[in-house]
């Protein structure tokens, strides 16, 4: 059972504010450090139903370099996963991803304040507080990322984002069909649809495998779980061009083609259910939008078989009803960055792209089987080695199968979605905050 | 899948002649997969220490005895470490120290049984029909 | 990412491996265990070998120290995380099947404990090759499959018709 008092917020419920900024720390001084985050449990948010929706939500999430830093002892530390000890930068290979590029302050990650509020007012007041609560509290302050929802909930891209989430037994969305892992009762019969096991975003409750999932010694053992903050920039005026050079190439309107290579309209309408154009009403509908699978598509005959959204959440693409997939799922809890690109206008220049955040118990099981295995590698969906053109590494250019019967498959297309630095962190429960100058 | 018991003390030796080896079996036609490892059982209670073993296993085409034989040539600085190894001089001699050392195979699954030429020529031309669709082009 | 060996050394008492000279020749005659094994498409190769007698060379004395064993030797795509997973989720009763009476081994009513088990089991190969390191077992039975369909269409009259029925019939195998 999660005790919602003590896990923080905006992790198996995302807030819903538009504007949000993320405060970056190191350590300067361990001890007066260990005794203002302890001190800042109390202004964190925690997790537990509210009556009114705070108007600025607080949280704070460490690298394990930021825990070295704050000299937590050996026996502790080494309990932690080896991805979350090693750190991002050092799964680079792995995550096709090219450190040399990484933007400060996301190169060097330690303590992150993340902020969400109703307004940009609210918002700068409370990162202005933050920012100086920091400096005194044994912290320097290394840097922020500004992020804020775009017109439509659309990502720079053009598309709407933040479908698809899990559901989660004993907490949002469990009715959901499409949200949860796929089954059949007794094996045969309709696809129905189950909320996924707590344990598999948070420590101390049971996960898919019927036990918690393996924890750090305590306090870190429950209401914790591990967070991957990725900023992704992504060049838009590039894309764009990509996009309409080889949809004339191939005598595709160039929405279908991006549709194709996503896997829905820019509306959200899934091209699983609705394969030849995008259908507003059923984008509008989160329900209706996510009821589908992929079962009975094999072939990727209305969703192409490496479409982004196929591939990031396979449902039951990789046969067997889905119980190869219910294990890799992760809760997506990004925001856009930077100015939108107005439709048709030059590139700027500008950095615009994504602060990706992820949500999952175990880092190398859940979101790097996603990005590595299935983004960066097509092989899961008898794709051989072709990456996602949308969010595979940025040095290997994808080939994609964009139409069928006849097949018609894309001169190689460069992806425009670049990591530029982020980090593995652990976001501890709030009594982990509260016992760290003890420990 | 053959389990040969080395000589007394000669465990690291292989091993070590084993981790310096290049890729002999590029040259071993026919072979699809092959792992060569020094193997130590545990011990049984109250027994003592087992001696290690070489654990030889391949996927290869056509019948044993041919890739058996080149095979031991490729492998004659390693297969010394064991246990009346004959030397890969005699074809027949390799391959019936080889039977003697067998394990039995219970049962197997294999991706396919197509030979090795066979999945490489299929391979290229599998590039060369995405090639061509994706420029829009017949053979 | 090229494909990775496995070799699993699991001791089993002497009514286990009673079990396994009885049922393997019937699961070997019906392709019980084998065809589902087949449908896991990452699996380059699977055997396993009832060692009773170490060493196998009749003409050399018996180790007498060397447990009776089954020897799991394996070669596979993707993460051993996902293969036993796999083996958990999707085989489970062929693997209670093969191992259900070996020391040590924990079920398959949860995947972490079969990890532990193998990872306890394992041992490190010394050298492993293979021909095609590029190639997933999905590329290469797509690439025999569609050569079959790329003979018929070069037999044929190629004509766009028949590149169109071509492609289309090949289009999941590209």
């Known amino acids: 059972m999660i005790d919602t008092a003590e896990l923080q917020g905006g992790l198996l419920r995302g807030y819903g504010h538009p504007v949000a900024t993320w405060i970056f720390a190191a350590v300067d001084d361990p001890a007066a450090a260990r005794v203002f985050l302890a001190a800042l449990a109390d202004d964190l948010t925690p997790a537990r139903d509210w009556e009114a929706k705070p108007p600025v939500t607080r949280n704070v999430a460490l690298s394990y370099r930021a825990l070295r830093a704050l000299q937590l002892p050996a026996s502790l530390l080494n309990g932690f996963p080896a991805e979350v000890r090693a750190g991002m930068a050092a799964r680079a290979r792995l995550l096709g991803d090219r450190p040399e590029t990484f933007d400060a302050p996301f190169d060097a990650v330690e303590v992150v304040v993340s902020l969400q509020a109703a307004t940009p007012t609210a918002l700068a007041e409370a990162a202005d507080a933050t920012r100086a609560a920091l400096e005194a509290g044994g912290l320097a302050v290394t840097g922020e990322q500004r992020g804020g929802l ?22 949002a969305r469990e009715a959901v069909p499409g949200q949860g892992v796929p089954y059949r ?8 649809w189950r909320a996924l096991a707590a344990g598999e975003f948070v420590l101390g409750a049971p996960d898919e495998d019927g036990d918690p999932p393996p924890a750090p010694a305590a306090p870190f053992d429950r209401e914790t779980t591990f967070v991957v903050l990725r900023k992704l920039r992504q060049d838009v005026a590039a894309f764009r061009g990509q996009i309409a050079r080889e949809a004339e190439r191939m005598g595709l309107a160039p929405e279908t083609l991006a549709a194709r290579l996503v896997g829905r309209w820019p509306d959200g309408s899934p091209l699983a259910l609705r394969p030849d154009a995008p259908d507003e009403r059923l984008g509008n509908d989160p329900i209706a939008a996510n009821d589908f699978a992929y079962g009975d598509d094999p072939a990727g005959l209305r969703c192409p078989r490496g479409a982004h959204v196929r591939r990031t959440n396979p449902r039951d693409a990789l046969g067997w ?49 996603v990005q590595q295995q299935w983004c960066n590698d097509g092989n899961a969906f008898g794709l051989g080695h072709e990456p996602d053109p949308i969010a595979g590494p940025e040095a290997t250019p994808a080939r994609a199968i964009v139409a069928t019967s006849p097949p018609r498959i894309t001169e190689p297309l460069h992806s425009y979605v670049a990591c530029r630095g982020g980090e593995y962190l652990v976001v501890p429960s709030l009594r982990a905050l509260r016992m760290l100058p003890a420990l | 899948m053959l389990l040969a018991a080395l000589l007394d003390g000669e465990d690291a030796a292989a091993r070590a002649a084993l981790r310096a080896l290049g890729e002999p079996f590029a040259r071993v036609p026919g072979t699809h997969l092959v792992r060569v490892q020094v193997l130590q059982p545990p011990p049984r209670r109250w027994r003592g220490r087992p001696r290690p073993y070489l654990l030889l296993a391949a996927e290869h085409d056509g019948p044993p005895e041919p890739w058996l034989a080149a095979a031991g040539r490729e492998l004659d600085t390693v297969l010394a470490h064991c246990a009346f190894w004959p030397g890969a001089g005699d074809p027949a001699e390799v391959a019936r120290w080889a039977l003697e050392r067998r394990v039995d195979v219970g049962f197997s699954v294999v991706a396919t049984d197509a030979t090795v030429e066979e999945v490489g020529v299929a391979l290229h031309r599998q590039a060369e029909v995405r090639r061509l669709i994706a420029e829009e082009r017949r053979p | 990412m090229a494909p990775s060996p496995l070799t699993i050394l699991s001791p089993v008492p002497w009514w286990w491996a009673l079990w396994i000279r009885v049922s393997w020749p019937l699961a070997r005659l019906t392709g019980f265990v084998a065809a589902p094994l087949q449908k896991l498409s990452f699996i380059h190769a699977a055997r396993w070998g009832l060692v009773a007698r170490w060493p196998p060379d009749r003409a050399a004395r018996r180790d007498r120290g060397a447990p009776r064993s089954l020897l799991f030797l ?29 020391q040590g081994f924990p079920g398959v009513r949860r995947s972490r404990p079969v990890e532990r088990y193998i990872r306890e089991h394992s041992h490190p190969v010394d050298h492993f090759w293979c021909a095609y390191p590029d190639a997933t077992v999905t590329m290469k039975r797509q690439a025999l499959a569609l050569t079959a369909h790329y003979d018929a269409y070069l037999a044929s009259d190629r004509s766009d018709a028949a590149w169109r029925r071509f492609t289309t019939q090949a289009q999941t195998l590209l």
């Open chain 1, 321 to 369: 009803d889905g119980k190869l997939t219910a294990r890799h799922r992760i809760l997506r809890r990004g925001m856009p960055y930077g100015e939108a690109l107005g439709n048709g206008a030059p590139d700027d220049g500008a950095d615009r792209g994504l602060i990706f955040v992820s949500v999952q118990a175990s880092v190398a099981r859940q979101f790097e089987i």
């Open chain 1, 150 to 171: 775009l017109d439509g909930s659309r990502e720079h891209f053009g598309f709407t984002d933040g479908f698809s989430q899990p559901a989660i037994e004993g907490f």
């Open chain 3, 74 to 102: 394996t070669t596979f795509d993707g993460s051993a995380v996902q293969y036993i997973e796999a083996f958990v989720r999707v085989v489970p009763g062929r693997i209670m099947g093969l191992y259900g009476g070996a």
């Open chain 1, 185 to 192: 009762r007794l094996g045969f019969g309709p696809l129905r």
